[in-house]
């Protein structure tokens, strides 16, 4: 496994659509160890493959609600049930939050790395790390998304 660089803010890439994955092959199991791996050591909740510079439909979600990594290939969200107002952030936006409103609950079914067929329900933060990764899919930010004037900038804390 290995870290990958993160593709930041101004990188054209994050603007693309990604494509559908057609075979889930050794070259897609590494990148998905690796998505995983990245998304761990940076502290982020979500990964897109997009975010590492690779425009295939896959995504990866730890919320750290003790449920483990979702890894979600070829997503779609079939079903959204109300809304929520939510502070979000991005590993491509370093230090940056913003107020955006998701869906309070969604399903998507997706494949799992292994090719088999699998549906999702999420609320809260989980529904939205799901809309925000498959937004990624679709070369949409949070930052198209924002509530206007709610951009903040947060210094990281030193150690
Ligand atoms: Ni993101």
Redesign the pocket.
């Known amino acids: 496994m290995a870290i990958r660089n993160i593709r930041l803010e101004k990188d054209e890439i994050l603007k693309k659509k990604s494509r559908e994955v057609e075979v889930i092959d050794e070259k897609i199991q590494i990148l998905i160890d690796d998505m995983i791996e990245t998304m761990y050591k940076f502290n982020g909740v ?1 990964l ?1 493959a997009v ?1 590492v510079g690779i425009l295939k439909r896959i995504a990866v979600i730890d919320i750290d609600d003790g449920t483990g990594v979702k890894i979600l290939i070829n997503p779609k969200i079939i079903k959204t049930k109300g809304e929520q107002e939510v502070e979000e952030g ?3 936006f370093p230090n940056q939050y913003a107020k955006v409103i998701r869906p309070k609950e969604v399903t998507v079914e997706a494949l799992d790395r292994d090719g088999k067929k699998i549906t999702i329900k999420g609320k809260d933060l989980l529904a939205q790390a799901i809309c ?2 498959l937004d ?1 899919l679709d070369g949409i ?2 930052i198209d998304l924002m509530i206007p004037g709610t951009l903040e900038y947060v210094e990281p804390k030193k150690d």
């Open positions: 979500g897109s975010q991005c590993l491509s925000h990764e990624h930010t949070f």
